[in-house]
């Protein structure tokens, strides 16, 4: 939700840059853009309405002068995306620029004390009372610093703040409270961003900046102290391992559809992930009284996923909870003997955050598992399993999803090597199972893309679908309809197969698209009583099954196959990709950017 980046360089035009790297951040929100640069102090603004290739082609964003610069691309919360509540924004007298990611709560009120106190405003943004904020205190003689401190002891909220001003132009001061930002240092230049990539072609040194902190980069150093007592915080540099390469689409022609390229890659990526990683949280795990699985979005249909693997390899049956309801469902139930996994591909996203702080402030531990280093999450959570799905640029997320589910995969067998519940060899024979995924994936990608695409070319107008599945395939149903209605806009509703008579049915008339998720396990039999009942009303049916199943070939009008031999509770990593290969096209044929999903962010960051 809004990508911020500011750049500081001794020499050269940063304007290209900073409209590069928004490119790269436009994944966070592409209502509206805007870049400032600082020169011979004065400032330098190009913002309007639109995605950042539209706002190029009428205002050239990188004819701006200087070598400081701050953009922004905006997922609109307070107020319509326009040109005048595009980032930045400024004080009365356009010395100070901010941008900001986050929301005031408090903005009404900030704003009309200062409109009292004769300000003006040019936005219906809750951002613009920062600026307005920092003139008063540097007005009164404060460095920019001081002045964006005292603006933080203001503002309620959460926020990611990055400004600078024609008053002291050799440097960019940046804080944050609940929202993302890292730090990049190479040689004469300094940068900060919501997110790596930003910067990721320039240098993969981090350094991360915490809540509670304010950082003051120049040409030279990052010196970050603390907003309480001005501590100086000594921290180290981390260089990641992700390159520039990776955020680049590689000749394909969406993010999205390398994404899906890349998941043998990066499940075999998150293998290699050493087991010790897991010990620690399978041995909370086991010893929990409850344990509950945390996420949103996607991510929610990993912890679906995760629940039947756990249980299946350990016995242990987790609990599932949206992370926005989390709080609600709980009723302060929540004690030591707990143990929550919270589930984020970005580590960022507030429900997920404000769940597992809650469930931490009631003493439950807390195993996150991630894509992202340094990430909010990880420095809350007791435990982190970092996944390497490397960067995911496209907002529907794909790769994120399947290093999820081997992560999950691999702590179930680890906590099932701690319950006994299976034997070593069954385990034994699990890990050999998940090894052969990628390829089998590879083969799913090479052979069912095409008719992913034929597919996409029948059905693309069809108002709404139904996905199907029973036991841990209701997963990769829910998954398979996300991802149709984000980013092709087909209504689709996923459901559970043996709950669908009881009201989806209803929608069922002639050639009413049913799609099943049909692998041959222990739901088998029960699917194809299911498949009955859809057909017998008319329906046309779609069916995702394991190859050569004579059976479900027979009663579907179309399938796509998946490679045998693979065990139950890993299915939803294979079952899945054609349903990510069905949306893309169907994206496609229907005019859309499956990249960038209208009203939707990647990284969602209010509550
Ligand atoms: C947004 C994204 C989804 C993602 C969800 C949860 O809605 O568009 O792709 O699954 O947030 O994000 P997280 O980072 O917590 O996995």
């Given at each position: 939700?809004?990508?911020?980046?500011?750049?500081?360089q001794?020499?050269?035009?940063?304007?290209?840059?900073l409209?590069?790297?928004?490119?790269?951040?436009?994944?966070?929100?592409?209502?509206s853009?805007g870049?400032?640069?600082?020169?011979?102090?004065?400032l330098?603004?190009?913002?309007?309405?639109?995605?950042?290739?539209?706002?190029h082609?009428?205002?050239?964003?990188?004819?701006?002068?200087?070598?400081?610069?701050i953009?922004?691309?905006?997922?609109?919360?307070?107020g319509?995306?326009?040109?005048?509540n595009?980032?930045p924004?400024?004080d009365c007298?356009?010395?100070?620029a901010?941008?900001?990611?986050?929301?005031?709560?408090?903005?009404?009120?900030?704003?009309?004390?200062?409109?009292?106190?004769?300000?003006?405003?040019?936005?219906?943004?809750?951002t613009?009372?920062?600026?307005?904020l920092?003139?008063?205190?540097?007005?009164?003689?404060?460095?920019?610093?001081?002045?964006?401190?005292?603006?933080t002891?203001?503002?309620?909220?959460?926020?990611?703040?990055?400004a600078?001003?024609?008053?002291?132009?050799?440097?960019i001061?940046?804080?944050?409270?609940?929202?993302?930002l890292?730090?990049?240092r190479?040689?004469?230049t300094?940068?900060?961003?919501?997110?790596?990539p930003?910067?990721?072609p320039?240098?993969?040194?981090m350094?991360?900046?915490?809540?509670?902190?304010i950082?003051?980069?120049?040409?030279?150093?990052v010196v970050?102290e603390?907003?309480?007592?001005g501590?100086?915080?000594?921290?180290?540099?981390?260089k990641?391992?992700?390159?520039?390469?990776?955020?680049?689409k590689?000749?394909f022609?969406?993010?999205?559809?390398?994404?899906?390229?890349?998941?043998?890659?990066?499940?075999?990526?998150?293998?290699?992930?050493?087991?010790?990683?897991?010990?620690?949280?399978?041995?909370?795990?086991?010893?929990s009284?409850?344990?509950?699985?945390?996420?949103?979005?996607?991510?929610?249909?990993s912890?679906?996923?995760?629940?039947?693997?756990?249980?299946?390899?350990?016995?242990?049956v987790?609990?599932?909870?949206?992370?926005?309801?989390?709080?609600?469902?709980?009723?302060?139930?929540?004690?030591?003997?707990?143990c929550?996994?919270?589930?984020?591909?970005s580590?960022?996203?507030?429900?997920?955050?404000?769940?597992?702080?809650?469930?931490?402030e009631?003493?439950?531990?807390?195993?996150?598992?991630?894509?992202?280093?340094?990430?909010?999450?990880?420095?809350?959570?007791?435990?982190t399993?970092?996944t390497?799905a490397?960067?995911?640029?496209?907002?529907?997320a794909?790769?994120?999803?399947?290093?999820?589910?081997?992560?999950?995969?691999?702590?179930?067998i680890a906590?099932?090597?701690?319950?006994?519940?299976?034997?070593?060899?069954?385990?034994?024979?699990?890990?050999?199972?998940?090894?052969?995924?990628?390829?089998?994936?590879?083969?799913?990608i090479?052979?069912?893309?095409?008719k992913?695409r034929?597919?996409?070319?029948?059905?693309?107008?069809r108002?709404s679908f139904?996905?199907?599945?029973?036991?841990?395939?209701?997963?990769?149903?829910?998954?398979?309809?996300?991802?149709?209605?984000e980013?092709?806009?087909?209504?689709?509703?996923?459901?559970?197969?043996?709950?669908?008579?009881?009201?989806?049915?209803?929608?069922?008339?002639?050639?009413?698209?049913v799609i099943?998720i049909?692998?041959?396990d222990?739901?088998?039999?029960?699917?194809?009583?299911n498949?009955?009942?859809?057909?017998a009303?008319?329906a046309?049916?779609?069916?995702v099954?394991?190859?050569?199943?004579?059976?479900?070939?027979?009663?579907?009008?179309?399938?796509?196959?998946?490679?045998?031999?693979?065990?139950?509770?890993?299915?939803?990593?294979?079952?899945?990709?054609?349903l990510q290969?069905?949306?893309?096209y169907?994206a496609?044929?229907?005019?859309?950017?499956?990249d960038?999903?209208?009203?939707?962010?990647?990284?969602?960051?209010?509550?």
């Amino acid at each position: 939700m809004c990508g911020i980046i500011a750049v500081i360089q001794n020499k050269g035009q940063v304007a290209p840059f900073l409209h590069q790297a928004l490119k790269r951040l436009e994944y966070r929100g592409y209502d509206s853009v805007g870049i400032t640069t600082i020169e011979k102090d004065h400032l330098f603004t190009k913002k309007d309405k639109g995605k950042i290739d539209e706002v190029h082609r009428k205002h050239n964003l990188d004819n701006l002068p200087g070598s400081i610069g701050i953009g922004h691309t905006r997922w609109a919360t307070h107020g319509i995306p326009s040109l005048f509540n595009s980032h930045p924004h400024f004080d009365c007298d356009e010395k100070i620029a901010v941008v900001h990611n986050g929301v005031i709560d408090n903005f009404l009120e900030l704003r009309k004390e200062l409109a009292k106190r004769g300000h003006e405003f040019g936005s219906d943004t809750d951002t613009e009372v920062i600026p307005h904020l920092i003139e008063e205190k540097m007005k009164e003689g404060n460095t920019l610093k001081e002045a964006i401190k005292y603006a933080t002891g203001k503002i309620e909220g959460t926020y990611a703040i990055v400004a600078m001003s024609t008053l002291e132009s050799d440097k960019i001061v940046c804080t944050r409270n609940g929202n993302p930002l890292v730090i990049g240092r190479k040689d004469n230049t300094s940068y900060v961003s919501s997110d790596i990539p930003a910067f990721l072609p320039m240098t993969n040194n981090m350094i991360l900046l915490l809540d509670g902190e304010i950082a003051t980069l120049t040409t030279n150093e990052v010196v970050i102290e603390k907003l309480s007592d001005g501590a100086i915080v000594e921290r180290d540099t981390i260089k990641i391992s992700w390159t520039a390469d990776q955020a680049q689409k590689g000749g394909f022609p969406h993010f999205m559809l390398k994404e899906i390229h890349e998941q043998p890659d990066a499940i075999k990526q998150t293998l290699r992930i050493r087991t010790e990683v897991f010990e620690g949280p399978a041995k909370i795990i086991e010893a929990s009284k409850r344990v509950m699985l945390l996420a949103m979005g996607t991510s929610g249909h990993s912890a679906m996923a995760g629940r039947h693997m756990i249980a299946s390899n350990s016995g242990i049956v987790p609990s599932f909870e949206l992370a926005s309801d989390f709080q609600d469902v709980m009723y302060d139930s929540i004690t030591t003997d707990d143990c929550v996994i919270a589930i984020t591909q970005s580590g960022e996203t507030t429900d997920t955050i404000t769940s597992v702080k809650y469930a931490k402030e009631l003493g439950a531990q807390v195993i996150a598992i991630t894509n992202v280093v340094g990430s909010s999450i990880t420095r809350i959570a007791d435990y982190t399993i970092i996944t390497q799905a490397g960067p995911e640029i496209g907002v529907a997320a794909t790769k994120t999803l399947m290093v999820q589910l081997t992560a999950l995969a691999q702590l179930s067998i680890a906590i099932g090597e701690r319950t006994e519940f299976r034997t070593k060899e069954y385990l034994k024979d699990r890990k050999q199972n998940l090894e052969e995924i990628p390829q089998k994936i590879a083969r799913i990608i090479a052979i069912e893309e095409e008719k992913a695409r034929r597919l996409a070319n029948i059905y693309h107008n069809r108002p709404s679908f139904l996905f199907l599945g029973r036991g841990i395939s209701i997963a990769t149903a829910f998954e398979g309809a996300l991802k149709l209605k984000e980013i092709s806009y087909n209504h689709a509703e996923g459901y559970s197969a043996g709950e669908s008579k009881h009201g989806p049915i209803a929608l069922v008339e002639q050639d009413y698209p049913v799609i099943f998720i049909a692998p041959k396990d222990n739901t088998h039999g029960k699917v194809i009583g299911n498949i009955m009942e859809m057909k017998a009303r008319g329906a046309n049916i779609i069916s995702v099954i394991e190859e050569n199943d004579t059976d479900l070939m027979e009663l579907s009008d179309q399938t796509f196959q998946i490679p045998a031999g693979i065990y139950h509770e890993f299915s939803p990593m294979a079952y899945v990709v054609p349903l990510q290969l069905f949306s893309y096209y169907m994206a496609r044929r229907n005019g859309y950017d499956p990249d960038k999903p209208r009203n939707l962010a990647k990284s969602v960051t209010v509550l």
